[in-house]
């Protein structure tokens, strides 16, 4: 399935096709335009991610919403939380989403996040954000991918490029009823509309799990828990995939979902079985690379999705 390129917006910009870049408040307001949603603002499910690095933006930089069917899964801290977790001294405090050796983003109004290259298919969207500025004490780079594959899959790809080998963590604060399965060490999810599972496929030598951690942040975020997920060595080069699976409550089973990382020199992806049937999808590697591939599977734009559907017989 060919990537379809559209041509890189401004984030002041709504864009077509039901991909939607807008401010969070009333349309009202005199804001910078500050979050990007996928796969757009009228979808039933709906994956926002804030852009505007200010620390009086209304919500963290570089966190994310998730909502499903009514339900909210996954809520960034606001402005009031962040506020106050600039007077809080607790050493554990951790309300940034992708944490290098213990530390988030530089939050200030020119390390903006900006899209860098979007492409769509049938069934799918996806953009990609530079988000370098506010980390540049840290980084070389970091540009985070964000892929929606309908009907429920959004697929977080991070390419983080260290200045020096550093430790990486991603934090998500979900819901306190939240639960790390035992087995699978997936997160999990259950409301009484929405629900999730989120994955971070690893393989046998780099597990990637998650885990429940004390934080102060709890304290701050009411009704939530503090997960964190991340390699347990130092790495001077990070690329990691998290994969949300958001459906109705009640509509899936334990085993509907299954997960598997592939590999290549030039793309990074996943094999998603879902109720039985595989959907692929990988990451470029290299943006400027004219093209990659992935077990067998060749592409040129910065993404690729095949989602496998069996044929109907003909009666």
């Given at each position: 399935?060919?990537?379809?390129?559209?041509?890189?917006?401004?984030?002041a910009?709504i864009?077509?096709?039901?991909?939607?870049?807008?401010?969070?408040?009333?349309?009202?307001?005199?804001?910078?335009?500050?979050?990007?949603?996928?796969?757009?603002?009228?979808?039933?499910?709906?994956?926002?991610?804030?852009?505007?690095?200010?620390?009086?933006?209304?919500?963290?930089?570089?966190?994310f919403?998730?909502?499903?069917?009514?339900?909210?899964?996954?809520?960034?801290?606001?402005?009031?939380?962040?506020?106050?977790?600039?007077?809080?001294?607790?050493?554990?405090?951790?309300?940034?989403?992708?944490?290098?050796?213990?530390?988030?983003?530089?939050?200030?109004?020119?390390?903006?996040?900006t899209?860098?290259?979007?492409?769509?298919?049938?069934?799918?969207k996806?953009?990609?954000?530079?988000?370098?500025?506010?980390y540049?004490?840290?980084?070389?780079?970091?540009?985070?991918?964000?892929?929606?594959?309908?009907?429920?899959?959004?697929?977080?790809?991070?390419?983080?490029?260290?200045?020096?080998?550093?430790?990486?963590?991603?934090?998500?604060?979900?819901?306190?009823?939240?639960?790390?399965?035992?087995?699978?060490?997936?997160?999990?999810?259950?409301?009484p509309?929405?629900?999730?599972?989120?994955?971070?496929?690893?393989?046998?030598?780099?597990?990637?799990?998650?885990?429940?951690?004390?934080?102060?942040?709890?304290?701050?975020?009411?009704?939530?828990?503090?997960?964190?997920?991340?390699?347990?060595?130092?790495?001077?080069?990070?690329?990691?995939?998290?994969?949300?699976?958001v459906y109705?409550?009640g509509?899936?089973?334990?085993?509907?979902?299954?997960?598997?990382?592939?590999?290549?020199?030039?793309?990074?992806?996943?094999?998603?079985?879902?109720?039985?049937?595989?959907?692929?999808?990988?990451?470029?590697?290299?943006?400027?690379?004219?093209?990659?591939?992935?077990?067998?599977?060749?592409?040129?734009?910065?993404?690729?999705?095949?989602?496998?559907?069996?044929?109907?017989?003909?009666?």
């Open positions: 399935m060919k990537s379809q390129i559209l041509p890189v917006l401004n984030l910009c864009l077509a096709g039901g991909l939607d870049v807008r401010p969070s408040g009333p349309a009202t307001e005199v804001e910078p335009r500050d979050c990007v949603v996928l796969p757009g603002p009228t979808n039933a499910v709906q994956f926002r991610i804030y852009t505007n690095a200010s620390p009086d933006a209304p919500h963290l930089f570089n966190t919403d998730i909502e499903a069917y009514g339900d909210s899964l996954l809520k960034s801290p606001g402005v009031d939380a962040v506020k106050r977790s600039l007077t809080n001294s607790a050493p554990n405090l951790w309300l940034h989403n992708i944490l290098v050796d213990g530390k988030g983003p530089v939050l200030a109004t020119t390390n903006n996040m899209v860098i290259e979007q492409a769509s298919g049938p069934e799918w996806y953009v990609g954000l530079d988000v370098s500025a506010a540049r004490s840290q980084l070389e780079s970091y540009k985070r991918g964000i892929l929606f594959v309908a009907p429920d899959l959004f697929v977080v790809f991070d390419h983080l490029v260290a200045k020096e080998p550093a430790s990486f963590q991603m934090v998500l604060h979900p819901p306190a009823v939240a639960r790390v399965d035992p087995v699978w060490h997936d997160l999990r999810l259950d409301l509309k929405g629900a999730f599972r989120v994955h971070a496929p690893g393989t046998k030598k780099t597990p990637r799990f998650w885990r429940p951690v004390e934080s102060a942040a709890d304290q701050l975020l009411a009704h939530t828990v503090t997960v964190q997920l991340g390699p347990t060595n130092k790495l001077a080069t990070l690329d990691m995939l998290t994969v949300f699976a109705r409550a509509e899936k089973k334990d085993d509907d979902y299954a997960f598997r990382l592939v590999e290549s020199n030039t793309s990074i992806g996943a094999r998603i079985h879902r109720d039985g049937w595989p959907t692929l999808v990988a990451f470029k590697l290299d943006s400027a690379a004219p093209s990659a591939s992935i077990t067998g599977f060749g592409f040129n734009g910065p993404v690729a999705v095949d989602v496998f559907k069996p044929k109907r017989k003909v009666q």
